[in-house]
T-cell receptor
């Protein structure tokens, strides 16, 4: 079993829908990272969080340390949100990232 | 505004060839990483370097080596390419401790035939 599991692996929705991507992990972490990868490969950082909730525009990320679970939400989704969303955790004391498999999101107009 | 560059976007090599993938960052970061990305497996760490001439094995180092002779440049070497090394290779860098500012290169899609 992977240390970091994302669900769903693929998600297709209509423009305007509320999107939720989930990430569960089984190890002790110092922080969790949400990343976005557009077609063509480039990866950008969206959020890094170690507790609570963060919001940036239409994106919201939450983390529950006790449950070892994080969610990424997109409100009022748009076709330009179509990308692969990747969850990664920073292993406590190890200074390295462990990545989930990614969630491929497609938003249809 | 270029921060992390990789030498090629697409590369096709034959089985048994020696392959060099180069990564250059212009942010004076101490730490650099090589990952490979495969469908269903996500990104996996091959090697990382926390300083010039220093290197550490990641989770899947077999079949790969690395070189870091200058701070800005981190090279990944496939000594004898095999078809199971067909993958997307991504380089990344961070300043020590600044994980939220991890910058990735655009990736190199390597096909070994």
């Amino acid at each position: 079993k992977n240390e970091v599991e994302q669900s769903p692996q693929n998600l297709t929705a209509q423009e305007g829908e509320f999107i939720t991507i989930n990430c569960s992990y089984s190890v002790g972490i110092s922080a969790l990272h949400w990343l976005q990868q557009h077609p063509g490969g480039g990866i950008v950082s969206l959020f890094m969080l170690s507790s609570g909730k963060k919001k940036h525009g239409r994106l919201i990320a939450t983390i529950n340390i006790q449950e070892k679970h994080s969610s990424l939400h997109i409100t009022a989704s748009h076709p330009r949100d179509s990308a692969v969303y990747i969850c990664a955790v920073i292993i406590q004391g190890a200074q390295k990232l462990v990545f989930g498999q990614g969630t491929r999101l497609t938003i249809n107009p | 505004d270029v921060k992390v560059t990789q030498s090629s976007r697409y590369l096709v090599k034959r089985t048994g060839e020696k392959v060099f993938l180069e990564c250059v960052q212009d942010m004076d970061h101490e730490n650099m990483f090589w990952y490979r990305q495969d469908p269903g497996l996500g990104l996996r760490l091959i090697y990382f370097s926390y300083d010039v001439k220093m290197k550490e094995k990641g989770d899947i180092p077999e079949g790969y080596s690395v070189s870091r002779e200058k701070k800005e440049r981190f090279s990944l070497i496939l000594e004898s390419a095999s078809t199971n090394q067909t993958s997307m290779y991504l380089c990344a860098s961070i300043r020590t401790g600044f994980w939220y500012e991890q910058y990735f290169g655009p990736g190199t899609r390597l096909t070994v035939t």
